[in-house]
């Protein structure tokens, strides 16, 4: 591209760099984002994997935020063609002896169906539920939505609020437990707490690291805000760049950035990989890994001691996701329907971890790069969203919790193993919903953990939340203490991605955070709220 000058520039299209440009563009800022790939949207990506028609949500599938983060309300992303359905029954477990769980947007089902398993789970349940319900949106956007405190801080805030003694699962001894002791002390049941670990697992949080206990409340009190967007998750990409556009901002797509320019000692534009450069008057933000960030966009010189090696050691996520997108001629009826006909009609479907314990066997098992005996998710998200499948059909998908490097013949491997594996994932569908059989499956694809990595450049590993969920790493330690406040040491270059606090998924969190500080900085007039 031509060489040029604007306020600010954004590293990468994915939905924190597209939030953070329109954010700055509508305070007044001459805005450009610069983009690797051929399309903007990063991990919210809808491809017809399969066959025409079929709209296969590659990577996010799963919208959990929406009508918590203030970012859809800010940019008014429904008039921009942004739509969503928000299933009546959320999730659900079938287990191998027949049985089904269910979790409804209604407690007083959800609570139902616990009760078949156990009545003490159910009241347990429904104690934690209603117990957090009053100052859940105010704790989680205190927690994600402002640049991160401390554990110690948060502690502190809740009992300033009042609400620690009521709230026992917040209470400080959470933060030495891991999701599992959690569990083991509050549920009896095996398969209620299986079905409680499958879903916290969804969203990156493992069942056995010390400490996650602490995030089980709010995951819990947030159980039934999955949806499904309409169209596929880049219609959510897409509500976002005509919002960018209109309020002036331009990607440039296909304009992979190289280097950051940094003279003395403030990052005043980029150097994109077609050898061309953009300057920046006011900020540059990355949006990207830290590797590339750091190792590779600045040298090392500007960064003092210390840093880069941080950078290099901030762990990643130890697990990846492996998928089968499929395209179908019906969607499943479950074995399990005869015992809980609601499971017919529920969203993500666990098909296969009957207890905690066989989750944490697929932990080791994964950590030490081997397959697993396959227990995957299921969705169809043509249950919801007719549009996503050509009349009549279905769009499936099954995602399984899996390692980034087998073990043998690492990443590469994927490539000669993901068939075989899809097969079995497949098989254990069926399994649990026969008519799946004959004929029902047209065609299926697979995207492996090293397909992540190929397609998304920042997705190191197959990270799929640009680093470890672990209490080591969230909060004022994400990714590195002196990282945690979204500026860096160059002057006048910002973190505003998944690498931040809280972490990945379709959060929005890490760009209004970043936002928050860049006002501060800059002296922005918060017109948001
Ligand atoms: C298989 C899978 C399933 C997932 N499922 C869910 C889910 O159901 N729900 C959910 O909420 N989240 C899910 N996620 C996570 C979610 O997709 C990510 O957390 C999210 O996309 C992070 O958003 P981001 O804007 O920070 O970064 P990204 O979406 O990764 O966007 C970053 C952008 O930067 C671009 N880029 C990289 N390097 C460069 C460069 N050098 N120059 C220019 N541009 C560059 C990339 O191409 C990309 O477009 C899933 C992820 C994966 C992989």
Redo the contacts with the bound molecule.
């Keep these: 591209m031509a060489d040029a000058t604007y306020d600010a520039v954004i ?7 597209l939030a953070l440009g329109t954010y700055l563009a509508k305070s007044g800022l001459e805005v450009a984002i ?4 051929a399309e ?5 990506c809808t491809e017809e994997l399969t066959r025409p028609g079929f709209l296969h ?8 935020l929406v009508g918590v983060s203030p970012v859809y309300r800010d940019l008014e992303l429904d008039k921009h063609g942004l739509r969503y359905e928000k299933p009546e029954v959320q999730m659900g477990s079938v287990f191998d002896d027949g049985t089904a769980l269910t979790v409804h947007r209604d407690l007083d089902k959800t609570c139902a169906s616990i009760a078949r398993f156990s009545q003490k789970d159910a009241d347990t349940f429904r104690r934690l539920v209603e117990e957090t319900k009053g100052y859940m949106d105010l704790i989680l956007t205190t927690l994600m939505f402002t640049p991160p405190l401390s554990m110690n801080d948060i502690t502190k805030a809740l009992v300033a609020w009042g609400v620690e003694d009521k709230a026992e699962f917040l209470s400080v001894h959470l933060r030495r437990l891991n999701i599992n002791q959690f569990l083991d002390q509050h549920f009896e049941n095996e398969k209620v707490k299986a079905h409680i670990a499958f879903h916290t697992s969804l969203g990156g949080y493992s069942t056995d690291r010390k400490g996650l206990a602490v995030t089980l409340p709010l995951l819990v009190g947030k159980i039934d805000n999955w949806h499904v967007c309409v169209g596929g998750s880049h219609a959510l990409a897409h509500a976002l760049w005509e919002g960018f556009a209109h309020a002036g901002g331009r990607v440039f797509l296909q ?4 280097r950051i320019i940094v003279e003395d000692g403030k990052a005043v534009g980029l150097e994109l ?1 077609d050898g061309s450069s953009v300057r920046a008057r006011q900020l540059v933000a990355s ?3 830290l590797e ?1 960030t750091f190792l590779k966009m600045v040298d090392r010189s500007v960064l003092p001691d210390g840093f880069a090696e941080a950078a290099e050691a901030s762990p990643h996520m130890d697990w ?2 492996f ?1 089968v997108h499929l395209a179908m001629t019906r969607p499943p009826q479950y074995k399990a329907a005869q015992f809980d006909p609601d499971i017919d009609q529920a969203w993500v479907v666990n098909v296969g971890y009957d207890s905690p314990a066989a989750i944490n066997k697929h932990w080791e098992t994964m950590r030490s790069g081997k397959l697993p005996n396959a227990c995957p998710n299921a969705a169809v998200n043509s249950l919801f969203d007719p549009t996503d499948a050509p009349e009549g059909h279905y769009t499936g998908l099954l ?1 399984h919790f899996a390692p980034y490097s087998l073990n043998p013949g690492g990443p590469e491997a994927w490539d000669q193993m993901a068939k075989e594996f899809a097969v079995s994932c497949i098989e254990k569908w069926q399994e649990a919903a026969p008519n799946l059989k004959d004929g029902a499956i047209l065609d299926w694809a697979t ?1 492996s953990p090293l397909d ?1 990595s190929r397609r ?4 190191v590993q ?1 990270d ?3 680093g470890l969920i672990d209490l080591d790493n969230m909060l004022d330690q994400r990714p590195f203490p002196e990282l945690s406040q979204y500026q860096t040491p160059v002057k006048s270059l910002y973190m505003c ?2 690498t931040q606090h809280p ?5 929005f969190a ?2 209004y955070n970043a936002l928050q500080v860049i006002a501060d900085d800059y002296d922005l007039e918060r017109w948001w709220r």
Excluded at 34 to 37: D, I
Excluded at 40 to 44: T, Y
Excluded at 503 to 507: A, C, D, K, L, S
């Design positions: 590293i990468g299209a994915g939905h924190n760099g610069f983009e690797k790939r903007e949207g990063g991990g919210l949500n590659v990577h996010c599938n799963y919208h959990t304009h992979g950035v190289d990989e949006s990207i890994n590339q990846s996701y998928s995602r995207y992540i998304i450049p920042n997705m197959g799929w939340m640009g991605g998944a972490h990945g998924f379709i959060t890490p760009a």
